[in-house]
């Protein structure tokens, strides 16, 4: 299915983004926000704008051809040992050479700001899931994810809980986790894709699959909630915009709602995926709602 989009306007960019939302009945991590227009307060009433924005919708239901399963990183191979050779002579020394002391150049600090900063370790409770549900589409999702870890080589079992109508979460538990979840979640990220692909293709009622490891999904969620109230406190102080590194849409979602609030900032995305940044930028109207 192709994207689609629809402008709304509104008296901030908030506003206009929560009218189109509220319209199309979807969440915020489900479309592609774009800033064509900013509000303008103007004087006395004069010369104000509202602001305009576009909503891109519909990439959700796409189903593009999946991406190959994630494999295991290879066992380290034994360095070869060299054949031996005909010994070098050392050459003559040289009388060294002074040279002079050069200081290193100084590199201006880039606009942007690694979701990898360091930040408080945080005692993540687990989860109160209930018992786990064995429903057709709960089956349908354990065989696919057994099937999967069997190809990764990974041991790990598989208990699928119901939370939300249509919504299941998965969590896989064992030994070992840490390949499963990969640099940043990618390998987890992945393992989520294949199993919502799976379990949708070809069926009328689509399903959404949440897959976790280690709380892994939670202990992600509020670094980046410190990171966005770290980023904002500069972006406020020095009036300058920062541009985050990549992340997933609900990466980004955790960013916009997490800053959606906060006096002095605004936040809005833009690239291509999976390049799409988010950018905390100084408001200068300083008016938040909602």
Request: one cysteine or more.
């Amino acid at each position: 299915m192709t994207a689609k989009f629809i402008d709304v306007t509104g008296k901030t960019e908030d506003e206009a983004i929560r009218k189109a939302l509220s319209e199309l009945g979807l969440e915020r991590d489900e479309v592609s926000v774009e800033i064509l227009e900013r509000a303008k307060k103007g004087i006395f009433g004069i010369g104000a704008s509202p602001a305009k924005v576009r909503i891109t919708y519909g990439l959700q239901d796409d189903e593009p051809a999946p991406p190959p399963p994630p494999k295991p990183a290879p066992a380290p191979r034994a360095p070869e040992r060299p054949a031996p050779s005909k010994p070098i002579p050392a050459p003559k020394a040289e009388k060294p050479r002074q040279r002079p002391e050069r200081k290193p150049a100084s590199r201006p600090r880039p606009e942007r700001q690694e979701a990898e900063d360091a930040v408080p370790a945080v005692a993540v409770q687990p989860e109160a899931l209930g018992e786990p549900c064995h429903d057709e589409k709960a089956q349908q999702i354990s065989a696919f994810l057994t099937g999967l870890l069997q190809h990764m080589g990974s041991s790990a079992q598989v208990k699928v809980y119901l939370g939300e109508e249509n919504r299941y979460k998965v969590i896989l538990e064992g030994e070992k986790l840490g390949q499963l979840i990969g640099r940043r979640g990618e390998t987890l990220d992945a393992i989520q894709q294949l199993t919502n692909y799976s379990v949708n293709r070809g069926g009328d009622k689509r399903v959404r699959v949440h897959v976790d490891a280690e709380n892994y999904r939670l202990k992600r969620e509020q670094s980046l909630q410190h990171l966005a109230c770290k980023v904002a406190a500069k972006v406020a102080k020095y009036k300058r915009n920062v541009t985050l590194e990549p992340m997933n849409a609900y990466e980004r979602h955790v960013i916009h709602t997490a800053l959606q609030n906060v006096e002095g900032v605004t936040t809005y995305s833009m690239g291509t995926e999976p390049n799409r940044r988010v950018i905390v930028a100084y408001d200068r109207g300083g008016n938040k709602q909602g």
